[in-house]
């Protein structure tokens, strides 16, 4: 895994989804979060972000691993992009932020759901913290390289399973990586893999098995949303542990919620989402 990019929940540490008014009631009732294809993020770079900075570190470390270990790392990198589909649910570790609203909360309408970060955890996830920062991230794929350069050097089996499986783990960790430009989120992301299965003369998605809150997880199905006229495979993952723990620990209304802060309290009590602290966000937008 590449250093530091693992989320470690702190605590009590609450982790904040931006939604809209729509989305916020969908979590409520289905008890889940939807984790999409990455391809179909607002940043246009996210699938190709990452790559370029492993291509960058790759040149910077070549004099001294040699081309051929590059090569084949760099052929696992482009193979899970072919076999595998990294879906994600992005989160912030800060629940009051205009630009977040602006943009992934119905423009200050929505709402920014609090989840506990230690029970998110327990799902069949991945949790990544986002860098931001091109420097740190140069560095820290510089450090993977070598290690997996040092580590061939001493293994008698060259290009082993462990090899393969650390490439993969490197090639889906690409996803913390993001623009600078994107820093105001603080992002920490969740990721799901889903592959590819042989089907007549093609193939389909398919979820695997896993783990989640300390039991075997079943497959999911894979569903399709469209953006525009392009289906964009989701899937949507349990975070309650089929009903042993309730994560959400706070709801803040956008600047532009309206709703009534007691009303709302009933409305999730209702819903079977307890003991949730509601309040309204603190930012000043028309």
């Not at 889940?32 to 990452?50: I, K, T, Y």
């Amino acid at each position: 895994m590449i250093a530091d990019r693992k989320f470690q929940p702190a605590g009590d540490e609450i982790l904040y989804h931006y939604c809209s008014p729509e989305t916020f009631l969908a979590i409520c009732e289905g008890k889940a979060l939807r984790f999409s294809d990455l391809a179909a993020m607002n940043d246009f770079m996210e699938v190709h972000w990452g790559h370029q900075i492993w291509e960058r570190a790759a040149s910077a470390v070549v004099d001294r691993t040699g081309t051929e270990l590059l090569n084949d790392i760099g052929e696992i990198l482009f193979a899970a992009k072919i076999i595998t589909v990294p879906v994600a649910c992005c989160l912030s570790t800060d629940g009051d932020v205009l630009s977040q609203w602006r943009a992934y909360a119905a423009d200050g309408a929505g709402y920014a759901v609090g989840f506990r970060a230690a029970d998110l955890a327990n799902m069949p996830v991945q949790p990544l913290r986002v860098s931001y920062d091109e420097a740190r991230q140069l560095e820290e794929l510089k450090t993977l390289i070598l290690a997996i350069h040092d580590v061939e050097e001493t293994e008698v089996e060259k290009r082993s399973a462990g090899f393969q499986q650390a490439c993969f783990t490197a090639a889906w960790d690409l996803a913390a990586f993001k623009n600078p430009a994107f820093s105001e989120e603080q992002e920490v992301r969740l990721l799901h893999i889903i592959g590819h299965e042989v089907s007549n003369r093609s193939f389909k998605l398919v979820d695997g098995s896993g783990h989640a809150f300390g039991k075997p997880a079943s497959p999911k199905p894979v569903r399709f949303r469209m953006k525009g006229s392009i289906p964009v495979p989701y899937l949507d993952l349990d975070f309650t542990g089929e009903g042993t723990v309730a994560p959400i620990a706070e709801v803040i209304l956008g600047p532009k919620n309206d709703v009534d802060l007691l009303r709302l309290a009933v409305v999730l009590e209702t819903l079977g989402v307890p003991n949730v602290q509601v309040r309204k966000s603190k930012a000043s937008y028309r």
